[in-house]
């Protein structure tokens, strides 16, 4: 199937991609939700579903057929901005009307914008809902510049203050508070592209979709005042006649598999700022399943452990992410994956969703302004809600800007692998809960691109895209990270000297004088060596060279390395490449049962010798060593002489995790490796 199919009636549209080799994801649009917003929801199709590849389009659209399984509920997840005191735009309303339930009230249109008392604050009709009920708008309150609406219901029965026509007194018995008070937008305007193309009703194919809206939120104080120098006429007819408070511009782009949008608010006046881009209710599960959610930074919060699988339906309160809860304080929470599992613990399908490190995403710009919330989860799971702001004045004119991804997951994955595009820039996200010695990520398009970080990361990364994918290694769990693919240098032309080359030829990994050097001192001590490689190379036999017979046998193999430290990864070994006898004199070669492939980049050759110490073999070393720099530790007094490696004493069977003891005087063995 092409990457994207879009059925398209009218406002409604369902986006239709490929999920699995044998299933499709089918997502719903809106352009004219609720308040005439942007949504991700409508009658035909109530939920994310997927379906069988097979599936017709009559099967999916209009209306989604019993072959689709609901898996997420996004009926909410079009995003509003927060004013410190109320949620509004999106599909959202200023909350702070109070509903009063009056039978035979009386009051028509002329009696709008009327102002009524309970004796201590003063309250606004804002519309006749019915003949039987009365929408007030709160009072507001004015604090250093800013005014906000107060949450408060009246304390007594509200009498007439001005503008009514009908003055009869308002009784209280069967209020209704922080009603939501809509509209509350205006001047929205809408576009539908795919590829860059209007989207007619009917069938259509492309890659992307994007659907662009801009809208004005007025402020509140400005809605009561505009509405009390109008008395009798609907706010609705005069919203653009209110002053405002700021414009908000989506993008949303459907790409296979997930969504990104970008949001930017500009401030038309002064006012208090909390916004998050995205919001997402919770996977939708089967009956006895449920869901877990991982995070990366952080650690315990709300009675879970976000570094492994949360059981978030057990979530109890609503749960702050703030500095005090992450692992690294200074880079705020930014993504998460979820997965909705069976009775049986078995994946269904997951989600992963968090912001991008762009605009005032960065997470230098965000740590300035999510202080106080970095993310947030309701213990309904209703909003699981990354904060690109929280609590940021904003003077008229100045504008905030985040991206957001969300991407649906296929099982099984022990990972979230993904590459996620916004301007013209591409972003690989690997998060993994568990500890793998080498691990691959797909990704073909971005081929030859180096990878620059972008966040924090704890893994073992190649910096370069190699033609199969990216490689890494996750040496204490959780494992995460995000780079940017930045373009490279040109792709190299001439074969690369050493590790390319035909499969069954081997090569050297260190060229030049060598020398022999003896294992004198060296029992039961692992000794490591920095190694380079300019790509990954998959191998399967390993030669060393004996020049003194020894006893015993030496136990080969190759670790990861560690950006963090610049040190070999304390985890197990990528591979035990197992032992070889150290006499005669001659070459040893190590024959693999199954092909091992070398990490591009840094990583780290063993050698320990074991079984028996009786005599110490001797090796072909390099006599040029390895020339490359070497954390001492503390204190200089480690430079003295020869500096090659790091050791661990203690090691008399298979390779296992590394406890580094401290620096060695072994010249690195020269080393060959056949490639496979």
Avoid at 232 to 241: Q, S
Avoid at 648 to 664: F, K, W
Wanted: hydrophobic content about 40%; aromatic content about 8%.
């Amino acid at each position: 199937m092409p990457e994207l199919i879009v059925y398209r009636s009218n406002a409604l549209m369902s986006i239709r991609s490929r999920f699995d080799a044998t299933r499709d994801l089918v997502m719903p649009a809106n352009l004219a939700y609720a308040e005439a917003m942007v949504g991700m929801w409508h009658s035909g199709l109530p939920q994310v579903s997927i379906v069988a590849s097979t599936a017709t389009d009559a099967q999916v659209w209009p209306v989604m057929s019993a072959v689709g399984t609901r898996i997420h509920d996004t009926s909410d997840d079009n995003c509003p901005i927060n004013t410190g005191w109320s949620y509004v735009g999106g599909n959202h309303g200023y909350n702070v009307g109070t509903q009063i339930a009056v039978t035979n009230h009386g009051k028509t249109t002329a009696d709008v914008g009327s102002r009524w008392t309970d004796g201590v604050r003063t309250f606004t009709l804002l519309a006749v809902t019915s003949p039987s009920s009365l929408l007030f708008g709160n009072p507001y309150t004015v604090v250093d510049g800013i005014a906000q609406g107060v949450r408060v219901r009246p304390a007594a029965p509200l009498t007439h203050v001005a503008g009514a026509t009908n003055r009869t007194t308002v009784p209280v018995t069967a209020v209704t508070p922080d009603v939501q008070i809509r509209p509350a937008t205006h001047s929205h305007t809408v576009a539908v592209e795919l590829d860059g193309r209007p989207v007619p009703d009917g069938r259509s194919t492309g890659q992307e979709l994007q659907i662009r809206e801009s809208y004005v939120i007025p402020s509140y104080q400005g809605m009561i005042d505009t509405a009390q120098a109008n008395i009798g006429t609907p706010i609705a007819t005069i919203m653009n006649r209110i002053p405002s408070l700021c414009r908000v511009h989506n993008v949303y782009r459907w790409v296979t598999g997930g969504l990104v949008v970008s949001q930017t608010v500009t401030a038309l006046s002064r006012f208090t700022l909390n916004a998050g881009v995205t919001q997402c209710a919770p996977l939708t599960v089967p009956a006895g399943g449920s869901r877990r959610q991982f995070m990366p930074n952080v650690g315990y919060t709300g009675g879970l452990n976000w570094s492994a699988w949360a059981p978030i339906d057990t979530l109890t309160a609503l749960t702050d992410f703030t500095p005090a809860t992450l692992r690294e304080p200074a880079t705020p929470a930014a993504s998460m994956t979820q997965w909705a599992v069976s009775s049986g613990s078995i994946q269904l399908w997951g989600l992963a969703v968090g912001l991008l490190p762009v605009d005032d995403g960065h997470p230098a710009v965000r740590s300035r302004y999510t202080t106080a919330k970095g993310w947030f989860i309701s213990s309904s799971l209703k909003k699981n809600y990354p904060q690109l702001v929280w609590g940021r004045t904003m003077a008229a004119g100045e504008s905030v800007t985040g991206t957001a991804y969300r991407r649906y997951l296929a099982p099984y994955s022990a990972a979230t692998e993904i590459v996620v595009s916004a301007g013209g820039r591409d972003f690989v996200m690997i998060e993994r809960v568990g500890t793998v010695a080498q691990a691959r990520m797909a990704a073909p398009q971005l081929y030859h691109r180096l990878l620059v970080p972008a966040g924090p990361t704890n893994l073992a990364v190649a910096d370069r895209v190699a033609a199969d994918g990216v490689t890494y290694s996750v040496p204490v769990s959780p494992g995460y990270g995000m780079w940017q693919a930045a373009a490279g240098q040109p792709e190299q032309r001439q074969p690369l000297p050493g590790a390319t080359g035909t499969v069954g030829s081997y090569f050297l990994l260190l060229a030049g004088a060598s020398r022999s050097t003896g294992w004198t001192g060296a029992f039961h001590r692992l000794l490591l060596w920095p190694v380079h490689l300019a790509e990954a190379t998959p191998v399967d036999r390993v030669c060393i060279e004996v020049t003194a017979a020894g006893s015993g046998v030496l136990r080969h193999g190759v670790y990861a390395h560690d950006p963090m430290t610049g040190r070999p990864a304390l985890r197990g070994p990528i591979a035990d490449f197992g032992t070889v006898a150290v006499a005669p004199v001659g070459l040893r070669e190590s024959v693999l049962g199954t092909p091992v492939t070398l990490p591009a980049g840094w990583h780290w050759y063993a050698v320990v010798w074991q079984v028996s110490g009786a005599t110490p073999p001797a090796l072909r070393t390099s006599d040029a060593g390895s020339a490359t720099p070497l954390a001492l530790g503390p204190v200089a007094a480690a430079m003295s002489g020869d500096r090659y490696g790091y050791d661990m004493a203690g090691v008399s069977g298979p390779l296992g995790p590394v406890t580094l003891a401290g620096v060695h005087q072994y010249p690195p063995p020269r080393l060959a490796y056949r490639r496979a």
